[in-house]
């Protein structure tokens, strides 16, 4: 099993900053993409950004530019910098990992971080 803990949510106002990060816990395991998705009220979870073991990385349109996503492998922890946030960014965050333990790959999720962008 993959343990994954998310921080650095909160509340800001438009125009600011926030950095959010996920470290993955667990024996045994290899890992080769994190990302992050979203989840705002009424709506379906949706990709944020994702980056693989290479660092190849993929954004949604609407955060490009605005959004950096890294990585540090020797601590399995990803990391979102969201600039110049906007209220429709407001969302419960979640990060994930592909991750592979014992050989059987599996999807594993954070608990989520809110992230409330408002004046």
């Known amino acids: 099993q993959v343990q994954l803990v998310e921080s650095g949510g909160g509340l800001v106002q438009p125009g600011g900053s926030l950095r959010l990060s996920c470290a993955a816990s667990g024996s045994r395991f290899s890992i080769e993409t994190m990302g992050w998705y979203r989840q705002a009220p009424g709506k379906q979870r949706e990709l944020v950004a994702t980056s693989t073991s290479g660092r190849s990385t993929k954004y949604a349109d609407d955060v490009k530019g605005r959004f950096t996503i890294s990585r540090e492998n020797a601590k399995n922890t990803v990391y979102l910098q969201m600039n110049s946030l906007k209220p429709e960014d407001t969302a419960v965050y979640y990060c994930?990992?592909?991750?592979?333990?014992?050989?059987?790959?599996?999807?594993?999720w954070g608990q989520g971080t809110q992230v409330t962008v408002s004046s």
């Open positions: 994930s990992a592909l991750a592979g333990v014992g050989g059987i790959w599996e999807m594993y």
